[in-house]
């Protein structure tokens, strides 16, 4: 037994950006870089791997999004809740992972037919305050709170997305230990704002803004002390390790280019 984490990735052997499916992938189609992707992803799995132990799940042809692993499910503990994918274009992932934790010994839960869920692209567990921060308005739905609430014992928070460059909440959002949130309010109505405020001392807040969102600043895996994201400004490094964080900057342009980064690329299981 191991106390390490675990995170499940997919190899990037059929990436690419091939549908547009959101604002990033507007004319990228046919313009990513194998070698470079290939490259990128290795870099990640081996920053985990120095302190986490990292599954697999086999590329497949035609699913260039299957390397975005965060949106096969929401897993805590030894449950699964699979994801059923808004867009067609990802429709044909579903059987891979339910398989993939079928056969590694998960509880599967599926959500209704008629829900579109998108997994930890859109689910956050938030272990310090034990709550799970659900993302909606693109890709899941309001109404799946009340499963995810059941499926886990726990607190489920709706935040409604409102700007499409950050479809995910994984993009906008990430809880970090110790805590401190990280989040771009501009993502977000005004009662969800108001929300992540009820629920977050300001000390608690790091809200950063649009140039670091873009750069998928919160887009981030923390392991141990360390913070793996794209880039951030100098003023939000010091943010970070005034929290205790050290910001570790690896590239994911090739990825971004479909719309994600570290977090999107690994699922915590």
């Known amino acids: 037994m191991t106390n390490r984490p ?3 990735m997919c190899p990037p052997d059929f990436f690419g950006v091939s549908y547009v499916i959101n604002p990033w992938m507007e004319g990228q189609t046919g313009h990513t870089d194998a070698a470079a992707a290939r490259a990128q992803w290795t870099a990640l799995r081996d920053a985990l791997a ?9 590329p497949h042809p035609g699913l260039p999004d299957l390397v975005f692993t965060a949106n096969a499910g929401l897993v805590i503990g030894a ?10 274009q990802r429709r044909g992932e579903e059987p891979l992972f339910r398989s993939w934790f079928e056969k590694a010994g998960f509880e599967v839960v599926a959500p209704p037919p008629e829900t579109c869920f998108e997994g930890a692209g859109d689910a956050l567990l938030d272990e310090s305050r034990d709550v799970i921060w659900l993302g909606h308005g693109f890709r899941s739905d309001a109404a799946v709170a009340p499963l995810v609430a059941q499926a886990f014992g726990r607190e489920t928070i ?5 700007d499409s460059r950050f479809y995910h909440l994984d993009t906008c959002f ?3 230990p110790g805590g401190a949130l990280l989040y771009f309010p501009g993502a977000f109505d005004q009662d969800s704002r108001a929300a992540i405020e009820a629920r977050a001392a300001p000390d608690q807040r790091i809200a950063v803004d649009e140039s670091d969102a873009a750069k998928f600043c919160c887009n981030a895996v923390a392991l141990g002390d360390s913070l793996l994201l794209n880039d951030a ?3 939000l490094r010091e943010k970070l390790r005034a929290k205790g964080l050290t910001p570790v900057a690896l590239p994911f342009g090739e990825f971004i280019k479909a719309g994600g980064a570290a977090k999107c690329l690994t699922l915590r299981i």
């Not at 449950?79 to 067609?88: I, K, T, V, Y």
């Open 6 to 8: 675990h995170f499940l």
């Open 158 to 162: 709706p935040l409604r997305l409102i």
């Open 79 to 88: 449950r699964a809740l699979l994801s059923r994918f808004r867009c067609p």
């Open 174 to 176: 990430c809880p970090l």
């Open 50 to 58: 120095r302190a986490a132990d990292v599954s697999l799940i086999a």
């Open 233 to 235: 400004s100098q003023v």
